[in-house]
Every structure is written in structure tokens, then in C-alpha cells.
């Protein structure tokens, strides 16, 4: 079920409708773009509203560290920075839908503007770090575990590698039903590691399933040492038959054309692709701007008051969640099975084991 | 689908010939894919060779290769995907070439799996199936009995059925269920033919979490499910001739969740509590009966709540080690009688 | 060996200072790899960032590389390569960062590691420690205790301390114990003001298998480990308080084997017997220990064996559902209280 | 411990001494070759014992074919046929010894040349399948359950994989000790989609460990097809920075030349090294005594003498393995824990649990 602001979207939009767009309306107008400078070789559009849920991210991460450092927040991702153009440029590339006819969309952390993209507002994102009660997740925790089908998003389990196995067989699933939907799994490169990984991605890409794996990979080879002697992940691809896109993690519009590219492709029924995310020293949300700024897509003072509004946004979702309650304890505690009801046993004594003789 | 003709060694039970457990339980496979389409089957080998004990033999010819699938040996990896195909809809069902080979899934099933109704991702209609247990001389990966991996976990159920009806039953339930469900199959009941039955010709389930009374008796409860119902029964109709005690003995059939009702309500009446069970000693599912007995029906308590099971060791090779790491009838008549005359 | 100096925090004990539960694990396994070149470690993020936990800072630096390993994220890969290390003469120690992580490693735990000696691979030195427990508010993947993953696995040893002299003393037994120790720290009490306590400057272990009676008392037995250990004292002094009502303690300390004759002379003391874990309901070893009492000491039960454990539920990330869904000190009260005025 | 006839032997061995070899002095001379033919282009010695334990593999296996018809091996593999190269190759390749100090195998199924090699004769071979006791193994059971430390075997647990981590494992742990040791894992295809196949590599991979892998690949695609989109295995190395050889599984020569330089490679601390053998229709066996004959290496009459030999000692062994009884229960099922007294429980009353009011 979607937050109340989504309203009725289109089926298989493209991108979501603008009513569930984090900032509509707000933010400098495309159809007036600065005129000296040449054409941008992108589109103007998306790369605001790329920009948007950039600063989006970045901003909500920034206040989950703050959340955390208060002890508010317990298990906030406590990961590298400049990570923002992998999941944001992921979530954008692919088709979104409001009605659980799009594609599906498993990240990791770091991702509120992704998760954003997938009907998850900037309010509710902090409730489910704070555990302030809302949407379907039983336990109410966390971005960790904000699944929702209608618009398509499987936030992941905790255990690293898994969601390669589960978003593997929703898409040999899909495809069994005939519906030309992918699924896509943003992973980090320690997860490549695990078994869970290996094997997932070992029966989808037998199965040809519509599967996109995304692969966030550090530059730093140290980092990556323990893990694997390869500087490039993309050459694990040619070992189960995936096709392999690359994009430079700095860019996020080279993040979304290589999960295009890589999404339709499995769409079209050529199987698992694999989109090797790396990651330097550039910040993608600087880069983006500049990009912007000279491409003269919209002027610095439109750029400042975008961002002012994405701050003043994320503080007021944040001031919300914070005095949003946390979920009343039996009735959160259901939904263990289908059919339970309300059971919650610390103690028991049978009714009539109390001394009868 | 199809409109062809059912395979001819399944259609027994149309014919009101007796069947086999194992037969049960292709059958039950069968009807449920003809029934409802999204029902689908993964496994190794389950497709062009039919299964490693032929359960699903025909299957492939029947519903073509999207429904029946041969999967690479990756238990992790396969029954991860099943609970992705369960998020798109469909019913998978997994066959686990030997269950002891499960072991590669614990982390999707109870991480993932078990839990994905509370994370909010919905329902999970999944069923785990395959050959379990000891008594073949299969050593210690080919015997394994596989609850207690997954009893502890809240989430799942766990069938195990001791007859040709009740595995047919259970088993079709179980693919109507919408919580995931382990469920296992005794290798050494699969082709027994002491258990062969003829089945009711209908589109029959038994419930899941339903105890049955296998046979009444006054003088002790024996609690027990799966291979170790039979020699159960053996030892009570020793102790009837022999002693002229009378003992009740309820199969559980579904292991988790477990049917109190059932287990209280005997001991209520004879006051003694012997639970068998096949798989090994401590940690056993014994506990929890005898817990939640001691919760429930302490009073009406005359003797110790025992039990009889494997011992505590990895399933040995050796025929003459494996019967005397099995609980055997002969231990079930003398804990039985112990506990009669206590 | 290198003569390098002793990292200064872990010199508290040589200083006659207090230190934690944490500290005393990160001094366990300082001593024991000092004492003993073959001993080393395998873990995530061990090395260059000491541990999640902070456990093993300093160990790299002073040690050296070939010995605080750096692994990549494989629970299953870098622990079956320590049950191979353990064949080559060597006694590793695993770290799973959290112990919930261990799912991966369940295949070559159990069918491997612990069928080494019973399938004549020879003894398995290796112990596989890490963070356990609820209460922190870590949700479903960060909270989890995995002792009945393990506990029905034969071969396999299991240890849960809940004092910083016991966490010590018995995980150095641990490393000098020839079987596979599965070894579970509480997140909890890791850094516990009121666990601080001065150890002896001296190398003392604590035997496997070998519980520890918390308090005296006759009016009920409460058998518990970890964590509960110290809520049940807390409820225990309480009723000492209120109801005049003494309670007796038993902190298991080892959970597999389990010290059988410290929990039936205790029950056959008070007729009475309370478990306690924090570790969910079903299937919680509750069952083991109210069946081994029953076997051993039916006839001295005055009153039904209860237990209060965590709900059958995956652990709540909200701290307002976590802290209903684990045991609290009222709720072993409530229970006592009805025991001890059966 | 090795079985008796095992007697003294020399460390590090290139390979077993003659009191080990499975026929020692039976056999053609191989210092009277026929002398008409050119030099052969390979060891002659080398190729006849090569050639002895592939027969004697191939007798064996018929013989426990027949003992599973008749319900006396209920876990006898049923395997591809021609598959004896791989493993007798593998174990021929390497650096034996009986001390504990050579090099450590650990082949799967249709290996009884190679256990030949490291010390299980082959009645003891039989007794093994048959559960006639003998050896280390607690349980008495199987092929499969064979592990003896100081010739260096140790024979699998059956869940595909696992090996690859206990191995690698050992690798690393001799190494640590200053041992210029290599373990060795021959696995069937199929073990390569497991998970424990892919995080035991990823880790010894990143170590350098002296791991061996060799990969047995069927060459049949269509039966390949359930397990991964490749036609060669060898593809998978790059993915974790392994070295790579291969080798026609028709010709145990060339898989002996091919794990010997994969070993001594893995040996001169280069890391992991895979090992694919690639089979087709061609019978190892039937090659290479072509190629002996071919190469005057041996006479007709010798080479059917030999054949000869080996099946007459197989039955034997057989008859022998047969006539010797079970294991006696209680006896053997000691060894579950370390200190562990013999106690086997299946019923238990507490000493004072009898009604005593
Ligand atoms: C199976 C499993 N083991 C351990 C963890 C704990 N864990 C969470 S993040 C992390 C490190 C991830 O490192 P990397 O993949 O490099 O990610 P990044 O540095 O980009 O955050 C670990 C070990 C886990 N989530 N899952
Ligand atoms: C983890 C695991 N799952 C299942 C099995 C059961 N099993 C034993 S052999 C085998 C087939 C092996 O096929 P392949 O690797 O192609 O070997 P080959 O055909 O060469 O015998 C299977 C599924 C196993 N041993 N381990
Ligand atoms: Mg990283
Ligand atoms: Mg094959």
C-alpha cells in the first residue's frame, strides 16, 4: 500500500507519476532553461530530478548520523560516503509503476532518495529508522524492512547476498506469468562473497531470469583485498554467462544509462546482467550540479533553492517522525503466521494446572 | 494446461487401487498442479530423471520443463528463489534431494523465509519437501531427520506424515497453506508396503496442526509422528497380548504447529507420557512435549514424562551400528512397561 | 612471538583493575594466543578495525596479520577453513560479527565440524564466538541468540557466559578444548557497569560443563544462562525482599553438555523448578532441561516446571515491541511467585 | 595410521614406496621394454602404475556395482562412467608421504586407485563400502567417511563443497606452519554451483592459499545446462584470480602433467589453481594401454598380465572384505565428543526417578 500523497498513477510509467515525486512542483522549472550555453548532452528533467533525490539522500544520511549519535537510531548503515549515485540511478532507471505492475527494486543502505522513487516519503523514512509505527512492516523497523509490492520495492534482509536468490526467483516468477518486468538488486561488493550470492545468481542466470544485478564496488583496492583479489567485479560475469555494464560511480547519469541498458536487456529475455557500480573520490551530488550549472539546465540561484528545499523538507519529515509514537507492543506483535492471532508468551500456565488434589 | 492424459502410474487411486506413501505423495503433487497453476516444482534432478526416488516421475512430460524444473545443486540458491517466485505469485514447491541437504538453505529459511510475513512482505506459500530419516544404511547424509534445524524457528510449520492418507492430505494442505512449510517424508515408509492404502477417489486435505489418535488405550500415552508410529504401534500391540495394558498413541502429523490439545487431553486420561521419536537424543522435540505437558497437566501427572530416540551421535553407515543407534521397538515395550507398572 | 608490549587496555587485570565482560573475552583470547602460537583468528573486520565490538583492537598490530585474519564476508568459507586449519595442528578462533550471520556457516558446522572426530577426521580445536542477544534495539538480524541452531547437533559444544570471570575463564578453556565450542557473548553485557569486577592476575580457566549456582535458596530453583542470569537475581532479590521467599540460581554457563547434576540436586532441594531464557519460546531449551528433570527427578516436583522466554516471534526492531517481546524481571517474578505459592 | 602393509616409508616421497603400491613386483618389468618402437614420450614406469590403478579403479567399481544390485552398498555412487582419470591423476600427481608430511587429497567418488595411493588397500576398500569394520572411522562406513592424516587423504563428507573450504583451510594452515604443503579437492561439476564451493574459494583465493581445485566437467552440455550457461568451467577463474590448466579426462597423462604444474605452482605460494578436466567419450583406460602397447612400454601378454593380476586381486580382496563381520555397536560409537565415555542412549530413567513415596 502506498503513503496517501501517491493518488492513482498510470500502469507501467515510466517514472512515477508526479504526484508521487518527492518535491513536485517545487524546485526551478525545466521548460526555461538558461539559454547561452550549448544543449546538454542529457536530459534536463532527469538530471534534476536526479539531482533532487541525491541531495535527498545525502541530506537524510547526514541526519541519521545525528539520529544515531543520539542513541535514537541503533543500526543506522554506517557505510562510506559518496555512495548515493548506485541506488538513486538505479531506482531511476527502471520502470516504475504504483499499482504492482513495475519493476522490483531491492537496495541496500544509503538510499532514502531511491526508496523515495518507490513511494517511501522522507517522513516515513525516518519512522521506520526511529521505529515510530507506520506502513506494513510488523516489526515497524527500519528502512531495513520497507517492502512494498504495489510499488515495487523489497528493502533488504540484514544477511548479505539473499535478496540475489529471492529477487532472482520474483523474476523467473514474473516471467512464468508472462509480465515483461525486471528485478534488480543493488548489492555491495562484500556481498559478492557469500554463498548466498553465488547461488542465487547460479539458478538465475540458469533460468535466463530478468535479473539485474547491481554491484557497488569500492575503487580502493585495499579495501577490496580481503575480499577478493580482482580490482573489477565485472570479471566474476563471464564465470556465470551474465552480460556485464560498467558505470563510474562519481556520475549518476552514467548510472542510469548502464541500468537501462543492463534492465532492458533482461528484459528482452537475454538473461542476468551484471552493472559494476565503482567508486572514486568524486562526489557524485557535486559533479551532477556542475554538470547542470554548465550544461545551463537551470541557474545556481534555481540549484540553491532546490537544495534549501530539500533540507527544509528533510527536517520537517524528520520533526514529524520524531514526534510520531512508537507502535503500541500486542497489536505490532501479530503476523508471525497468516492465520495467528494475537499470541504474545513470555509466561504460561496451563488454566488447570493449578493443584487439583 | 494440457488436457492430456494423467500418467498412467498415477492414477491408482482413480482406479481404487492402494498406493504407497510415496505414490500418495505424487499424487498429491499431481492433483495440486492440475488444480491450480501456480503451483510449480524445483529440485534437483525432480524433471528429465524424475527425482531421485521417482516421486516425480512423469511430471516433466505432464507439465513441461517451466513447472518442473531441474535446478544446479544450490539448496540456498533455489529455495531463495521459490520465496521470490512466492512474492510473484505462484506456490512453489521444493523438493530437497535428501533433506540433510537443507542445510545450504538454513539461512533463507529461517532468516528470510520464515520471516518474511512479519518483515512485511506478505505471505509465503512455500512448501520444503523431501526424503528424511534413518534405517537405510545411508549414513550420516542420507538419514538425517531435519525438524529440530527448524522448530525453533517462529514462522514455519512442519508436517511429517506416518501414512499414505495422511501424506497426501497434508501435503495438498500444506500447498494450500500460506505459511511456508517444511515437510517430511520417511525414506523407509516411502515404498513400505505394509502401508499401502487405498485412498478416497476425492479432493480430500487433513489439516494442518490436527493430531490423530492412532489407537486408544487407558494405561499410557506414547506421543510420537512419522517411521516411529508404526513401531509404536508394534510395541502397544506387544504390551496388549502380552501384558494386557492398553496404550494410546498419538501421531502428531504436524510437528510445528504442534497440536496441545491433543497430547494434553491423553495424558489427562492415562496420566503416563512416553514420547519416540527417530532423530537423536538432546534437543529432541521430546522437550518441548514434555514442557509444555509439565505447563498443562502436571497434576494429572502419575510417572515420569519419558522418551525413546536415537542416541545422541551422527548417523552411523554400518547396518549393525545404525539399528543400535535407532530407537527400536524393543526399547519402546521397556519404557512403555516401565512406566505402565510405575 | 614477538616480546612486544602488552597493548595498554589490555593490561587492566595485570593492573588489578576492573574490567568488563568485552575486556575480558579481548584478554582470553590475548592470554591464550600469547601462550599458544597456534592459536589465531579469523573474522570480519577483526583486524585493521579490531572487531565490530572492538574485541580484538590492538590484536593485529601485535600479532601480525597471519594471525588476526581479515576475512571476506563467507560465515560458511572462513569457517570451514578454520575446521581445516584445526586439522593442519592449528586452534583458530572465529569471529561472526554478529552471531546472527552464523546461518551461512550451519552446513559445514554441522555436518562438518561437528562429525570431524566421529568420522575419524580427528579432533576439532576451533571456537566460533561472537555477539548474541537482544535488548539493543537491533532488530530481527542483530539480536538473534543461536544456541538451538546448534544445540541438537551432536559433537558440538556450546558455552553462554553471563559474568566477566566466567566469559574469561571459559572461553580460555574453550580455546584448550579439543571439540568444536560454539561461544555466545551478549551484546548487552558487553559493557555492563555493574559486570565490571577485578579478575585474578593469574591463568585460570573455568571448566565446560560445569554450571555455577548464583544464589542459595529453597523455595524454587530457577535455571538460566546469560543475560537472564542477571534479571532472574534481580527478581530473585525482589522476592527475598517482598515475599520473604528465598530463590535459588543455577547459571548454566555451559549449554551443551549441560551439567545434568547441578539442576537435579538443586530441584530435588526445592521441588521447584523456573527457566529462564531470553532466547524465543518453542523449541527453546527449556524442553531439554524440564525433560531431563522429569527423567531424573519426577518425584520431587512439588509444582509444574514453567518457563519465561522471549515470544515465537522474530526479534522487533522497535524498542517498545522489543522490550514486550523479551523476558523482564516481572515476568519471572509473576512466574516464581506462582511457583513458590504452589 | 595406515593399514599394515604399509611398512616404513621415506618423507616426502615422490611417491609411495613400492610396499605401498597396490601390486608391488607383480606386474610386467618395466626395465625389459620391447625395444622395435621408438622412446615413448612419457615415463614408462609412470604410465604402467598409471595404468594398474585405473584398472584397478574400473575393477573396483564394477565389483561395488554388483554389491549394491545385491542390497550389500546402499550409498554406492552411481556415477558417470570413464571418469577415473581425474581422481587417479590427480592423487598420482602429487607429493605423497606416510609420515603426515605430503600433500593432502581429497577426491569424491570412483577414486579407488587414488585411495589406493594413500594407503586403503583394496580390501579395506571394500570392508569400507561394506561397513565391515576397519580403519579410523568411527562410524565404519563407506569410501566416503576415509580420512587418514598421514598419508594425506581425506575423503569427503558428501555435502558438495564443504571440502573446498576444509581444504583450502588446511592450505592455509600449513602454510602458517612453514610447510611447503598443497591440499588437493577433485569435485564433480555440480559442486560448483554450491555456495560452500564458492565462499571456500572466494576466501582461499584472497589468502593464496596452496588449494588445488580440480574440476571434473562432464562434457555433455545439455547435462551441464541445469548447472550454469558455461561449456567450461575454467571460466569461473578469473572471477576469483585462480590460475588455470586444463586437461583431456581421456588421458590420465595429461591430467597427471596438468595438476603437477597447477600443484607446484599452488606450492611456490601462486595462489589457487583450477584444474578443469574436461571429459568426453574416449575410455582412459582403453588410451592408455594403446599407448603403452603403441609405444612398446609393455608387451600384450605383460599388459594382460597385469589385467589379470588386478582383477584376481580385487576379487580377492573382496572375498576377504566380505567375510569379515560388522562392527560391534557400542564399541564404535564412542568418539562423538572428545572426552566422551561410550554412552549410548535411547532410554533413560534416572537412577532415583522410581516412585519412591
Ligand atoms: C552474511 C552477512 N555477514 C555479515 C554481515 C555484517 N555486515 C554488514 S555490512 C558489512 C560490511 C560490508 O562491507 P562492503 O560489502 O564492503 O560494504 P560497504 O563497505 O560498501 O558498506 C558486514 C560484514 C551481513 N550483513 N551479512
Ligand atoms: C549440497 C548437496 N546437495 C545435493 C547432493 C546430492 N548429490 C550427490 S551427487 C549429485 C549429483 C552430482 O552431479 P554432478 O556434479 O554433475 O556429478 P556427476 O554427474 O559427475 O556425478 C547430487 C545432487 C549433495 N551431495 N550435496
Ligand atoms: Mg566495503
Ligand atoms: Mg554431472
Request: hydrophobic share 40%.
Amino acid at each position: 500500500s502506498l503513503p496517501p500523497e501517491a493518488g492513482d498513477a498510470p500502469r507501467h510509467a515510466a517514472g512515477l507519476p508526479k504526484s508521487v515525486l518527492p518535491f513536485a512542483g517545487s524546485g526551478p522549472s525545466p521548460e526555461q532553461p538558461a539559454t547561452p550555453h550549448p544543449a546538454p548532452d542529457f536530459d534536463a528533467d532527469e538530471a534534476l530530478e536526479l539531482y533532487r533525490l541525491l541531495r535527498l539522500t545525502r541530506a537524510a544520511e547526514s541526519r541519521l548520523a545525528v539520529l544515531a549519535d543520539e542513541g535514537l537510531v541503533r543500526m543506522a548503515p554506517r557505510r562510506a560516503p559518496l555512495r548515493e549515485a548506485g541506488p538513486v540511478g538505479s531506482a531511476f532507471a527502471i520502470r516504475r509503476a504504483t499499482d504492482g505492475t513495475g519493476d522490483v527494486f531491492a537496495p541496500t543502505f544509503r538510499a532514502a532518495g531511491a526508496l523515495h522513487l518507490f513511494g517511501v516519503g522522507i517522513e516515513d523514512f525516518f519512522r521506520d529508522h526511529l521505529a515510530h509505527r507506520v506502513g506494513p512492516a510488523r516489526e515497524s523497523g527500519s528502512e531495513l524492512h520497507r517492502i512494498d509490492w504495489q510499488t515495487g520495492l523489497l528493502a533488504p534482509v540484514v544477511p548479505m547476498g539473499l535478496l540475489v536468490e529471492v529477487v532472482g526467483g520474483w523474476a523467473l516468477g514474473v516471467r512464468m506469468r508472462g509480465e515483461e518486468r525486471v528485478g534488480v538488486v543493488c548489492d555491495s561488493a562484500g556481498a559478492t562473497s557469500t554463498g548466498a550470492w553465488h547461488e542465487g545468481l547460479v539458478f538465475a542466470a540458469a533460468r535466463k531470469s530478468p535479473l539485474v544485478l547491481v554491484v557497488e564496488a569500492p575503487s580502493s583496492v585495499e579495501r577490496t583485498d580481503k575480499q577478493t583479489r580482482l580490482t573489477s567485479f565485472s570479471e566474476k560475469a563471464p564465470g556465470y554467462g551474465l552480460g556485464t555494464e560498467e558505470a563510474d560511480g562519481g556520475d549518476v547519469l552514467a548510472v542510469v544509462a548502464a541500468v537501462r541498458r543492463a534492465s532492458e536487456r533482461a528484459r528482452a529475455g537475454e538473461g542476468v546482467q551484471m552493472v559494476e557500480v565503482r567508486y572514486g573520490d568524486d562526489d557524485p551530488v557535486e559533479r551532477l550540479r556542475t554538470r547542470i550549472l554548465d550544461a545551463a539546465a537551470a541557474t545556481e540561484s534555481e540549484v540553491d533553492a532546490l537544495e534549501a528545499d530539500v533540507v527544509s523538507r528533510c527536517a520537517e519529515g524528520l520533526a514529524r517522525a520524531r514526534s510520531a509514537g512508537p507502535p503500541e507492543a500486542p497489536e505490532t506483535l501479530e503476523g508471525v503466521y497468516v492465520e495467528s492471532e494475537r499470541v504474545a508468551r513470555r509466561i504460561w500456565v496451563g488454566p488447570r494446572s493449578q493443584k487439583v488434589v | 494446461m494440457t488436457e492430456q492424459a494423467v500418467p498412467e502410474h498415477l492414477t491408482k487411486t482413480r482406479n481404487g487401487e492402494p498406493v504407497t506413501l510415496l505414490e500418495a505423495v505424487s499424487e498429491a503433487l499431481f492433483e495440486e498442479m492440475t488444480r491450480d497453476e501456480s503451483v510449480f516444482l524445483l529440485g534437483e534432478d525432480i524433471g528429465v530423471y524424475g527425482g531421485a526416488f521417482k516421486v516425480t516421475r512423469g511430471f516433466l512430460e505432464h507439465f513441461g520443463a517451466a513447472r518442473v524444473i531441474d535446478t544446479p545443486i544450490a539448496e540456498g540458491g533455489f529455495t531463495g528463489a521459490a520465496a521470490g517466485a512466492a512474492h510473484a505469485g505462484l506456490r512453489p514447491v521444493v523438493e530437497i534431494q535428501f533433506m540433510d541437504f537443507i542445510s545450504p538453505a538454513y539461512d533463507v529459511i529461517t532468516n528470510y523465509i520464515a520471516t518474511s510475513l512479519y518483515r512485511g512482505a506478505g505471505p509465503m506459500p512455500l512448501v520444503i519437501r523431501g526424503p528424511v530419516g534413518g534405517g537405510n544404511r545411508g549414513g550420516p547424509f542420507h538419514s538425517q531427520n531435519v525438524e529440530m534445524a527448524f522448530f525453533h524457528t517462529p514462522g514455519l510449520k512442519i508436517v511429517y506424515p506416518s501414512t499414505a492418507y495422511d501424506a497426501k492430505g497434508l501435503l495438498k494442505a500444506a500447498i494450500r497453506d500460506d505459511n511456508p512449510v517444511l515437510f517430511e517424508e520417511h525414506k523407509g515408509l516411502y515404498r513400505a508396503p505394509a502401508l499401502r492404502e487405498v485412498l478416497p477417489d476425492e479432493d480430500y486435505i487433513v489439516p494442518l496442526g490436527v493430531a490423530r489418535t492412532v489407537r486408544e488405550g487407558d494405561a499410557l500415552t506414547i506421543v510420537t509422528y512419522g517411521a516411529m508410529v508404526h513401531k509404536s504401534v508394534e510395541a502397544a500391540e506387544r504390551m496388549e497380548k502380552e501384558d494386557g495394558v492398553s496404550v494410546e498413541i498419538i501421531d502428531l502429523r504436524t510437528l510445528l504447529p504442534m497440536d496441545d490439545d491433543a497430547i494434553v487431553e491423553s495424558v489427562k486420561k492415562t496420566g503416563r507420557l512416553l514420547i519416540v521419536h527417530e532423530d537423536t537424543r538432546t534437543g529432541g522435540i521430546a522437550g518441548e512435549i514434555a514442557m509444555r505437558v509439565s505447563e498443562s497437566a502436571f497434576e494429572w501427572l502419575d510417572a515420569p514424562m519419558l522418551r525413546v530416540t536415537a542416541i545422541d551421535a551422527p548417523v552411523p553407515y554400518s547396518g549393525s551400528l545404525e539399528d543400535y543407534f535407532l530407537p527400536q521397538t524393543d526399547d519402546i515395550v521397556e519404557a512403555a512397561r516401565y512406566l505402565a507398572g510405575y
